[in-house]
């Protein structure tokens, strides 16, 4: 059984930036893909950016620039930076692992891009 628990969500003014957290618990994390996904209200739940087990990452286009994800296996953590953060942004992300065939989700932290 995995357990993911997510950190650093927020109120930020636009422009501005936070830093979540993704702490995997067991072993074995650096073998895994890691992915960070979001949720706004009303909406569908997208994949934001994505992480391999080599450190290749990839990224939605609306994000491309000001996100960053990156991964630090000996903390079994992987992380989510982002910039230049903007209104639409606003969601619950969730940090997300999948073993086939189970998905493995966090509970969500709320990201709230207001002034």
């Known amino acids: 059984q995995v357990q993911l628990v997510e950190s650093g969500g927020g109120l930020v003014q636009p422009g501005g930036s936070l830093r979540l957290s993704c702490v995997a618990s067991?072993?074995?994390?650096?073998?895994?893909?890691m992915d960070w996904y979001r949720q706004a209200p009303g909406k569908r739940r997208e994949l934001v950016a994505a992480?391999?087990?080599?450190?290749?990452?990839n990224y939605v286009d609306s994000v491309k620039g000001r996100f960053t994800i990156s991964r630090d296996n000996d903390k079994n953590t992987v992380y989510l930076q982002m910039n230049s953060l903007k209104p639409e942004d606003t969601a619950v992300y969730y940090c997300?692992?999948?073993?086939?065939?189970?998905?493995?989700w966090g509970k969500g932290t709320l990201v709230t891009v207001s002034s």
């Open positions: 997300h692992r999948y073993v086939p065939p189970i998905n493995y």
């Open positions: 067991g072993s074995m994390f650096s073998i895994y893909a």
């Open positions: 992480i391999t087990s080599g450190g290749r990452a």
